[in-house]
């Protein structure tokens, strides 16, 4: 991976054969991010992506093991002392222009992943919420 620092961030090039998730969320720890928005494109494949079941509380998640076109990566990341979160979602499309869509834990790089982060200066935290199960942005 290589970085560029701008203005409102960072920019980032994911190569061949990196995994999205766990790039990210070194990336985010080695910088003292505590609070950033991602967007992306790109292509990858082996793709963990989920749905989250509100009547069940919890994931479920398929596994895409072809080649794709990442159509729109977005979300954000919450670093602290105690873990990095990357809240991501994405799209991907494949060579008969199928869409599929979900919660990213993870993918490989095939050709690049160009990533913006927008770094905000304001510390952000999640919480457990008890209503649906999730640790969502406390603010």
């Known amino acids: ?9 960072y920019v980032l090039r994911l190569f061949k054969g990196e995994e999205i998730i766990s790039n990210l969320s070194k990336f985010v720890k080695e910088q003292k991010i505590n609070y950033c928005l991602l967007s992306g494109i790109g292509a990858c494949t082996d793709a963990k992506i989920s749905y989250y079941s509100v009547q069940k509380s919890k994931y479920e998640e398929t596994h895409l093991s072809s080649f794709y076109e990442i159509i729109s990566l977005s979300g954000n990341i919450i670093s602290n002392d105690n873990q990095t979160v990357v809240h991501a979602h994405i799209l991907l499309s494949d060579n008969k222009f199928q869409c599929y869509g979900g919660h990213l834990n993870s993918a490989i790089v095939t050709a690049t992943c ?4 927008i770094v905000s200066k304001e510390r952000i935290d999640r919480q457990l919420e008890e209503d649906t199960k999730l640790n969502l942005l406390k603010l």
């Open 1 to 9: 991976m290589k970085s560029r620092e701008v203005e409102w961030g």
């Open 114 to 117: 160009e990533v913006n982060l």
